[in-house]
């Protein structure tokens, strides 16, 4: 998944694509290099970010979400948590909803998800996560089963959701180590899963690198992820991640066991 920030925010990139054709030019480049699908952002979820409201999230997202889908050969994902902007977004063309909360956040955006019947993306968050009783794991499971719960009754089957674990959100660096370390347990609930640890902060605080030097980091967590199986990792140098996950991917065939 490549990553498509129409945010001045962004942690990482920020402010690159100002333009509906500069959006466009960056992710057929993404597409060329071996995006499958790409994921459009207009509300920054950076640590200390600001809600933009879904005006101003409609106007950055939908005309580009429009010019995408009339020239792109993947699918496009909304990354949103407004049910405002998911049902625009949805009405624009978009094909998959990203979900930070997890279903859990206010409004109904499973109902809409399901509307149209989109995949959706279902990250974990919690702010007592990192002090909250109990293992790393265990405590994920609990909010996923939530989540699953409103998707079924929302009417989305289970064939239409994907677990994010949701790195770098109300998690300290060991949890976010730990999880990744543990990404098969994750795919062994059942449901595929995305990685989105591009860049993030977990890699600056082993690397002692800044956002601008987290390219090799990021790699090694994606070969992390592609050794365990998992479906999606969500990016942004797309042409380097994706020859990691194809190499681990054909060494992990190849292994007898």
């Known amino acids: 998944m490549g990553i498509l920030n129409l945010t001045p925010d962004s942690f990482s990139d920020g402010g690159q694509y100002p333009t509906i054709e500069a959006a466009v030019a960056h992710a057929e480049q993404m597409v060329s290099e071996g995006a499958v699908l790409v994921d459009v952002g207009g509300q920054s979820t950076r640590p200390g970010y600001v809600e933009i409201g879904a005006e101003e999230e409609i106007r950055r997202v939908i005309p580009v979400i429009k010019a995408l889908v009339s020239r792109l050969v993947v699918p496009v994902s909304i990354d949103t948590y407004d049910p405002v902007v998911a049902r625009a977004a949805f009405k624009a063309g978009a094909h998959v909803l990203n979900d930070i909360l997890g279903l859990q956040g206010e409004g109904k955006l499973a ?82 899963v995305l990685l989105g640890a591009s860049r993030k902060s977990v890699i600056g605080s082993v690397l002692g690198l800044p956002v601008t030097e987290r390219l090799e980091g990021t790699l090694a967590l994606t070969a992390v992820a592609a050794w365990h199986g998992v479906e999606i990792v969500r990016v942004h140098d797309v042409a380097a991640n994706v020859r990691v996950a194809k190499m681990v991917a054909a060494v992990r065939a190849a292994s007898p066991t």
């Open 111 to 192: 109902e809409i998800a399901a509307a149209f019947s989109a995949p959706v993306i279902a990250m974990h968050q919690h702010p007592d996560f990192p002090k909250a009783p109990g293992g790393v794991l265990e405590k994920m499971k609990v909010f996923f089963d939530d989540t699953v719960s409103i998707a079924l009754d929302a009417g989305l089957g289970l064939d239409r959701i994907i677990l994010d674990p949701g790195i770098g959100f109300h998690k300290t660096h060991p949890q976010n180590l730990e999880i990744i370390a543990r990404l098969d347990e994750i795919r062994d609930w059942g449901l595929p």
